[in-house]
């Protein structure tokens, strides 16, 4: 079946640094693809979204990057501060709005 | 603040017993859908309500049932509560206009616990 996958459950990330946070998908039909932030108790919030026609998406301290080739999606954290301490999701948009999430990246940012 | 409030926050009943959990839609959004996050998981799709309609169901079977309001509230039942039920359980809005890209809003969540 189709699915949406991340490579790693941990990352750990000093204080500054940039983050790099990877997603694969298997549906090649896949046209939209979304990354959500999730902190502890809370539900997911949104980051930033990137459609299928584009390759790199820019927000405030944040990038997404889409290589359709290989199917795979990045989230980038510039200069990470001790609030983008959460799970990170990416999620595949469906036709009629379904969204398949993966299992989540937790990012610890250490001082 | 996204605008999309859930009640309970937390619950817990035993196996067997039903549960109703409540959402309240971002003002203007006419699409709401429920998901269940079990603890360590992604979110993963229950159901999906346009205008009072189910337009889109995930893997889960019929105890979990649902209901969207002319005012665009929502509920999700669940009958015959399992142990496996238990969960964070969110509701989410958006305004469908065409395509169903767009910004989702979520709520914090009801986190429910079967004993």
């Known amino acids: 079946g189709e699915s949406v996958g991340l490579h790693l459950p941990t990352l750990s990330v000093q204080e500054g640094d940039n983050s790099i946070i990877n997603c694969a998908y298997s549906?090649?039909?896949?046209?939209?693809f979304i990354w959500y932030k999730q902190e502890s108790g809370k539900g997911p919030q949104f980051i930033i979204d990137?459609?299928?026609?584009?390759d790199k998406r820019q927000g405030q301290r944040v990038t997404v990057l889409l290589n359709k080739t290989v199917k795979h999606l990045s989230l980038q954290i510039a200069a990470t501060q001790p609030g983008d301490s959460a799970v990170y999701f990416c999620?595949?948009?469906?036709?009629?709005?379904?969204?398949?999430f993966g299992a989540g990246t937790q990012v610890v940012v250490t001082p | 603040e996204t605008g999309v409030t859930q009640s309970p926050t937390h619950l817990i009943k035993t196996r067997g017993q039903q549960v109703t959990l409540r959402c309240s839609s971002q003002?203007?959004?006419?699409?709401v859908s429920w998901y269940q996050q079990a603890l360590g998981q992604g979110p993963q799709f229950i159901f999906q309500?346009?205008?009072?309609?189910?337009?889109g169901r995930g893997n889960f079977p019929p105890r979990f049932s649902g209901l969207q309001f002319p005012n665009y509230s929502s509920e999700l039942n669940v009958n015959a509560l399992e142990l496996d039920d238990s969960a964070l359980y969110l509701c989410?809005?958006?305004?469908?206009?065409?395509?169903?890209?767009?910004?989702?809003?979520f709520g914090e969540g009801s986190r429910l616990t079967v004993l």
């Open positions: 989410a809005s958006r305004q469908f206009s065409g395509t169903n890209t767009g910004e989702l809003f």
């Open positions: 999620a595949e948009n469906n036709s009629w709005g379904k969204l398949q």
């Open positions: 003002s203007g959004h006419n699409t």
């Open positions: 990137i459609r299928s026609n584009m």
């Open positions: 309500y346009y205008r009072e309609e189910e337009n």
């Open positions: 549906n090649s039909a896949s046209d939209y």
